[in-house]
Nanobody, 124 residues
Framework: QVQLVESGGGLVQPGGSLKLSCTAS????????IGWWRQAPGKEREAVSC????????DYRDSVKGRFTISRDNAKNTVSLQMTSLKPEDTAVYYC?????????????????WGQGTQVTVSA
């Protein structure tokens, strides 16, 4: 059974940095796609970034380009999201999700498995 566990969330001041990690277990192939999503109170869940390995591809939503960096360590089944220059509008619960069949990776329907989420709060 696939399980995704996020870690690394917390409270940070504007301009600060956080690194989120997503560790996958029960996944039998390394070419699954991992996406990071977030959901702020009262708002819809939105795609933040995703990474695939076959072919190698990375995507970011416009509002985080230049500030967030996604990476993966296949040997450890871990995908990380390094977040810098954080803004109050980045405050949300961040989820990682795995897609085994691809498709429109900016749609939550493309993802088969979801983690429980980790809270990121950017506030002075």
């Amino acid at each position: 059974q696939v399980q995704l566990v996020e870690s690394g969330g917390g409270l940070v001041q504007p301009g600060g940095s956080l690194k989120l990690s997503c560790t996958a277990s029960g996944v039998s192939k390394n070419y699954y796609i991992i996406g990071w999503w977030r959901q702020a109170p009262g708002k819809e869940r939105e795609a933040v970034s995703c990474i695939s390995t076959s072919p190698v591809s990375i995507d970011y939503r416009d509002s985080v380009k230049g500030r967030f960096t996604i990476s993966r360590d296949n040997a450890k089944n871990t995908v990380s999201l390094q977040m810098t220059s954080l803004k109050p509008e980045d405050t949300a619960v961040y989820y990682c999700a795995a897609s085994t069949n691809g498709g429109d990776l900016r749609s939550p329907r493309a993802y088969d498995h979801w983690g429980q989420g980790t809270q990121v709060t950017v506030s002075a």
